[in-house]
């Protein structure tokens, strides 16, 4: 389970401009669940995932993971946090420039220790389900948008995280690769994944694999189902 008490995150402290993305969330989030941040542009959404996944630290508040408090972590207990609890897209997808497609998939998977063989078929199989096996050796840089948000769908998944984190994951995808990548959520959600996401998308919205939606407005709740 993941509790947030009190959390706030303030940008810009004690100047002027200081302002508070997130502004006093108190949540509790239930192991397997998958729940959609919805709310209008710079409600917090975003800066709420980064928080929950250790991407950075709340100004006030705490953050606890299965009853233990991680946001106060030094940053390399953080760091392995990050690599073997949380898969990441991101909505600037963040691909490393330089490397090919399956380069990209396999190298959350580099400290696990898991044979690279094993690997290469886990991630193969990912893209095969995103429809991106034709593109696993070509370099990043020569992706269109659809396939880069695919290429950061499949990196986030591959050491199949136990708390998937996704801001806007179908921004860049048609209706049939959006439903292929609803397809993988709700299987993550049966293997008793946790699953958190922010989208406008109707089809996410309207998504039976999503169980909850909490909507927020100026770094609040106003609306949690």
């Known amino acids: 389970m993941i509790q947030l008490d009190g959390v ?10 200081a302002f508070a993305a997130v502004d006093g969330i108190d949540l509790e989030i239930r192991s397997g669940e998958v729940t959609l941040f919805t709310g209008p542009s710079g409600s917090g959404k975003t800066t709420l995932l980064t928080l929950i996944g250790c991407l950075a630290r709340p100004s006030e508040g705490r953050i606890h993971l299965d009853g233990k408090p991680v946001s106060g972590l030094p940053e390399r207990f ?5 690599r073997t609890t949380f898969g990441f897209i991101f909505q600037r ?11 990209n998939v396999i190298l959350p998977a ?13 991630a193969l199989e990912i893209l095969e389900r995103l429809d991106l096996t034709h ?3 070509s370099p990043v840089a020569w992706l269109s948008g659809g396939e880069a948000q695919r290429t950061a769908m499949a990196r986030a998944l591959i050491n199949r995280p136990r708390v998937v984190i996704a801001d ?6 048609d209706s049939r690769l959006a439903g292929a990548f609803l397809e993988i959520i709700a299987e993550l959600r049966t293997e008793g994944h946790t699953v958190l996401m922010t989208s406008h998308d109707p089809l996410v919205v309207r998504s039976p694999v999503v169980e909850r939606v909490v909507m927020l407005r100026d770094g609040r709740i106003v609306e949690s189902g």
Not at 8 to 17: A, V
């Open 110 to 122: 580099a400290p696990l220790g898991i044979p690279r063989q094993q690997v290469i078929r886990s």
């Open 168 to 173: 806007e994951p179908t921004a860049n995808l």
């Open 93 to 103: 997808f963040n691909l490393i420039h330089g490397l090919s497609v399956l380069e």
């Open 8 to 17: 706030r995150k303030i940008f810009n402290e004690g100047q002027p401009n």
């Open 78 to 82: 953080l760091t392995e946090l990050r």
């Open 135 to 137: 593109r696993a050796d």
